[in-house]
């Protein structure tokens, strides 16, 4: 698996193909930039950084598929991000502002508060308040 911490952009990235695949079955780095927001030539860049690290491979038709160590990143950012996004819409947060947090969230977290958090939110689940405020 990839050894060093990745770039938040990186796990960005892989999420987003991860994503794009499951919706959509085959990637395209067009894809990507119209998912993202970024500029074909950016993304251009950015998959050839991830196929060098063996996270992607692009056949000859520019299909883009997660390695099985991509796929296991790109799972492992995805999971982060839902958990987080569920815990803080939970806890009050507005979905809208819960996914930016989130987002932003999963990459800086260690997994030391991030298994905190996601023990805590299995607790807390399983005594959610009911409408008429009882437990």
Wanted: net charge negative; charged share 30%.
């Amino acid at each position: 698996m990839y050894e060093t911490p990745m770039r938040a952009s990186a796990e960005d990235y892989l999420e987003t193909i991860l994503l794009l695949s499951r919706r959509r079955g085959m990637v395209r780095a067009i894809d990507v930039a119209t998912e993202m927001n970024f500029s074909k030539p950016s993304v251009s860049v950015a998959m050839k950084k991830l196929r060098m690290q063996s996270l992607i491979e692009v056949d000859e038709d520019g299909n883009i598929t997660l390695t099985p160590d991509g796929s296991a990143e790109a799972e492992r950012v995805l999971e982060r991000h839902a958990t987080l996004n569920d815990w803080l819409c939970r806890i009050g947060v507005p979905e809208e502002i819960a996914q930016t947090d989130a987002c932003r969230l999963e990459h800086i977290l260690s997994a030391e508060t991030y298994d905190a958090i996601k023990r805590y939110a299995a607790r807390t689940q399983l005594h959610q308040p009911q409408a008429d405020g009882s437990i």
